[in-house]
């Protein structure tokens, strides 16, 4: 039988690229060649992941496009982490739609059997048509957030609203889940198109005229919602996750995504020093960054609360030499009681650590469902993108964490309005109390679950095998 050949094509942003390197490894680790697309600043980050492949007998390589030059990025700026303001998304994302002749000259010549590529290239899907190849969207989001999303992006149930913190109740589907008008993104609210919003629109187009979605998710963990998703909005998917689960050694989980800013065997020292469940991690994503006054409110009310924690803050933003917002003595004070980190964490490593007793997220989805995965409840901070539909899923679907109370949609600055006692009271209440135990023990049924999906037999691993079989009869089985 020949070999498959599928490409993967993330989006440059670690949130979208360290789950597309975790896919590209699990379908090598069935017999496909994967092969990842990206552009010389970003390829590094694929190296080792890679090279392990490699090295375990499978087959995985990366192809090099060239990144586009254009006005109004600075030189260099390859990836949506390193945009300064949220100005420079919108040509940050015109830069990428630049690369569609490299692509289809790469897809000419090499014919792979599929192309997996990210939801914000929307061109894909008709850039692999042209060469008789299937394109499969790669969903940074769970099924939840896709059907909630959608069912707000097609009824408008806000429509009539006009205050910020009005309420509605997305329509159509499985639960009963509120939100307020303030937490809808500004592009989905308001009349007339931004260009943000046109390539969103482009984005869901293209989606269903694709041959299907890949969701990091586990059938388990989200049931009514894959349901709906097939069912209702008779979209086509396939569920293969947690991806980050295909990381299982130490050294795997220690290094995925960037270089940790800490050892990792420090780290883990100082957590064994630790009981369990006793320790917060707090950690906002690569994306958030939140003005001085809210760093400091967040100091003031980890200190009130008296937990331990481990803070991620933000290389760059937070950088010593600007720390004026922490509060004076802050650091000292917490010798022993908190570490805190200065740019790239170890995740996955910290949330599967026994100490952990806690995660303060922004809900992004990766983190979301590393998480769920490591059995850690959550304090729920979201600011943008789907957050707040993951925060939905966390608080009152699987009912695992607790809100810090953040109500505003705001492009990656993560809003500033949140007082330190609700954030003494949410992380006391995610470790303290006997909701915490309960909510302890339903996300290690969910961890278990999660464990299960990905195994042989698995709901995960039955629809990766599902994908690739499917894969080698195209194109009699699309």
Request: aromatic share 10%; with cysteine; charged share 25%.
């Amino acid at each position: 039988m020949v070999k498959l050949q599928v490409f993967f094509f993330p989006v440059m942003t670690h949130g979208h690229m360290i789950p597309i390197l975790d896919m590209a490894k699990l379908f090598a680790s069935r017999g496909v060649h994967s092969t990842i697309i990206t552009t010389p600043l970003n390829a590094p980050a694929f190296a080792k992941g890679v090279q392990r492949t490699n090295d375990s007998g499978f087959q995985m390589s990366v192809k090099i496009l060239e990144f586009p030059k254009v006005d109004g990025l600075p030189e260099g700026c390859e990836n949506a982490d390193q945009v300064t303001s949220p100005d420079m998304l919108p040509i940050f994302f015109t830069a990428t739609k630049l690369l569609k002749d490299q692509l289809e000259q790469l897809l000419e010549e090499y014919r792979p059997n599929c192309l997996v590529a990210d939801l914000f290239f929307p061109w894909a899907t008709d850039s692999a048509a042209k060469f008789n190849i299937p394109r499969l969207v790669f969903h940074g989001s769970g099924f939840f957030a896709s059907c909630a999303g959608e069912q707000v992006r097609l009824q408008r149930p806000f429509k009539n609203l006009t205050n910020g913190s009005d309420e509605f109740f997305v329509p159509n589907i499985p639960h009963k889940v509120k939100l307020c008008l303030s937490q809808i993104p500004p592009y989905v609210r308001e009349e007339g198109e931004t260009e943000f919003a046109k390539m969103l629109t482009e984005a869901l187009e293209s989606e269903w005229r694709s041959h299907g979605v890949i969701i990091n998710s586990f059938y388990e963990l989200e049931p009514e919602y894959a349901d709906h998703y097939r069912n209702v909005l008779n979209g086509k998917a396939w569920h293969i996750g947690p991806l980050s689960l295909c990381n299982r050694s130490l050294e795997e989980k220690a290094q995925r995504g960037k270089q940790a800013a800490i050892n990792a065997d420090d780290c883990l020292k100082w957590l064994d020093s630790k009981s369990p469940n006793s320790v917060l991690y707090i950690c906002f994503g690569s994306f958030t960054k939140f003005p001085n006054e809210q760093l400091h409110e967040i100091a003031m009310g980890l200190e009130a609360s008296g937990q331990q924690f481990i803070w991620v803050l933000r290389k760059g933003t937070n950088d010593k030499e600007s720390e004026e917002w922490m509060p004076e003595g802050f650091e000292e004070r917490m010798i022993g009681k908190g570490l805190i980190i200065r740019g790239w964490a170890p995740q996955m490593l910290i949330l599967d650590h026994e100490a952990i007793g806690g995660f303060v997220t922004h809900c992004g989805w990766n983190s979301t469902l590393e998480g769920i995965a490591a059995g850690v409840p959550m304090v729920t901070w979201p600011s943008f993108a789907e957050q707040f539909y993951n925060e939905k899923l966390i608080t009152d679907i699987l009912r695992i964490g607790v809100a810090v109370g953040a109500k505003e949609w705001v492009a990656d600055s993560g809003g500033g309005n949140i007082k330190r006692d609700a954030v003494e009271t949410a992380v006391r209440s995610i470790i303290i109390g006997e909701e915490a135990e309960e909510r302890r023990n339903r996300c290690k049924g969910l961890k278990e679950m999660a464990k299960k999906a990905i195994e042989e037999g698995g709901s995960s691993y039955s629809g990766l095998n599902a994908l690739i079989q499917e894969l080698s009869l195209y194109p009699s089985s699309f």
